[in-house]
């Protein structure tokens, strides 16, 4: 199975004997470094905690429906004896196997989640077993609260995962009622359109994600905190009658700021783990807010969503939009002290000027939003900038070797190109016209680029062999 990792291990071991040669490294640091490559290789260990994982959570389902299938049958003393003795048994389990170091201790972490999963069985069933009534997304929040006492007890990544899995459904069962009719009869909604107290409990995760590094959890915490987001500002815009390119201009930023995040904590050795995770994640929710903001029913053009005339955004919408412009330039202004000197390299110094037309034109469209004759001029901006945004992430990624950057920006390429032509707005001879100009201007920013950078490589060069010859 291809695997970069070993791609990368096989090109070190023809470039370190040059590196040698050149005095870069050390001859006897070669094997060392070699070794510490390829103790970063766990694929052949992955794959059979993979399938205890899947394991557990099947036995854990099956567990469940045999509950199920008798419970009518059992009497109230043999329901909590069977509950308990099931609970127990798959953290007593899981204990033991972590104090022997039987087999594998990650096949303990995965008994550690079955007691996790059999934790809100108990809940429920015992509830039912004792007619106890109560809200539904207590029942939840208790589950999320008992994973994350079993994390700080044991620390355990699976367990983490499944308990911030836990919490996104909690978030997700505090909706007010009507926005997802098919939980309507299972719980009473929270006061208020936005769930604060989720950030309480997600924050309790973080510690321990932070201290033992765990990247999968760092990936699913940042996702459930976007997926928070983006139903809190949903379920705020219909509460006070926005517009969608309200919310999405916040998201915009959002996502702005996480990129951000993740570049800077780059340079900070504990957390630059998950810098990659923040940075990705951020620049998908830039991309997709960014493409959305590209689409003329976005700006009431043609029928917009909902009707054809946009109204004002509110006072709170843009307050909200301001604090979170200031926070992206404060961002990227600690982003720049940070980096300081070290580091003025082109794509780094365009991406900040990019920046500046950006919150430029979110400001603009805030400013005209609700007068008919600016649509036009604003939706023509979006599109322009999304399509210089693309360019610059690719010309970023492959600056940095970014692969992941660099296909989401063709992807997101394509998918603009694709929404203008089908787009029967516009007239045939005005589309042929916009993709013949938009051709030529990338031809040739393509060929000064390369000219650019073959004079930069020359120049190197010539320097290299100058120092030698003196």
């Known amino acids: 199975m291809w695997n970069p990792t070993f791609l990368y291990i096989r090109r070190l071991r023809r470039d370190l004997p040059a590196w040698v040669d050149k005095g870069w490294i050390r001859p006897e640091h070669q094997d060392a470094i070699l070794q510490d490559v390829r103790d970063g290789v766990h694929d052949k260990r992955r794959a059979p905690v993979a399938l205890a994982v899947l394991g557990v959570i099947l036995f854990g389902a099956g567990i469940i429906s045999f509950f199920a299938a008798n419970w009518a049958e059992m009497s109230k003393l043999a329901k909590l004896t069977v509950l308990l003795i099931s609970l127990w048994g798959a953290y007593g389990t899981g204990g033991w196997m972590l104090a022997r170091g039987r087999l594998d201790h990650r096949f303990g972490h995965a008994m550690l989640l079955l007691g996790a999963i059999l934790f809100g069985a108990n809940i429920m069933l015992i509830a039912q ?14 589950w999320a609260l008992g994973a994350l006492l079993t994390t700080y007890l044991v620390p355990n990544q699976m367990t983490t995962v499944f308990g911030l899995v836990l919490t996104a459904l909690w978030t997700l069962f505090e909706l ?9 009869t299972l719980y009473i909604p929270f006061d208020g359109p936005v769930h604060w107290p989720f950030l309480v409990v997600w924050s309790l995760f973080l510690p321990p994600v932070i201290r033992h590094r765990w990247r999968l959890a760092g990936h699913v915490a940042t996702i459930v905190l976007l997926l928070w987001s983006a139903l809190s500002l949903a379920v705020l815009a219909d509460t006070h009658h926005a ?14 700021a996480l ?8 340079r900070t050795r504990r957390l630059a783990l998950f810098a990659q995770t923040l940075k990705n994640q951020g620049m ?8 959305l903001l590209s689409l003329r029913a976005v700006h009431g053009i043609g029928g917009a969503i909902g009707h054809e005339h946009l109204d004002s955004p509110g006072g709170g919408w843009i307050a909200g939009t301001i604090i979170a ?29 990019l920046l500046v037309p950006v919150l430029a034109v979110l400001a603009f469209s805030m400013a005209v939003q609700g007068f008919s004759p600016y649509a036009m001029p ?44 089908f787009d029967t707005f516009w007239g045939l001879m005005a589309r042929s016209y916009f993709f013949m100009g938009l051709g030529v201007l990338l031809f040739a920013g393509g060929y000064l680029m390369e000219r650019q950078r073959r004079r930069l490589v020359g120049g190197l060069a010539h320097a290299d062999k100058a120092g030698g010859a003196s």
Do not use: K
């Not at 492959?398 to 929404?419: C, E, H, K, M, S």
């Open 129 to 142: 077993a004792f007619h106890i009534s109560g809200r539904m997304p207590n029942s939840v929040l208790l």
């Open 176 to 184: 007010p009622r009507g926005y997802f009719s098919f939980l309507g």
């Open 243 to 256: 517009e969608v390119i309200d919310v999405l201009r916040i998201y915009l930023l959002l996502g702005s």
């Open 259 to 266: 990129f951000i995040v993740g570049l800077t904590m780059m």
């Open 284 to 291: 998908i929710v830039s991309a997709a807010s960014f493409y």
């Open 325 to 353: 412009m200031a926070v992206v330039c404060v961002l990227v202004a600690v982003n720049w002290w940070q980096v300081g000197q070290f580091q003025r390299d082109i794509h780094a110094v365009w991406g900040r000027l």
């Open 378 to 421: 604003v939706y023509l901006l979006f599109n322009f900038l999304y399509l210089t945004g693309l360019i610059w992430l690719i010309f970023a990624g492959y600056r940095t070797q970014d692969r992941f950057q660099v296909n989401l920006a063709f992807i997101g390429f394509a998918l603009g190109l694709l929404t203008l032509y």
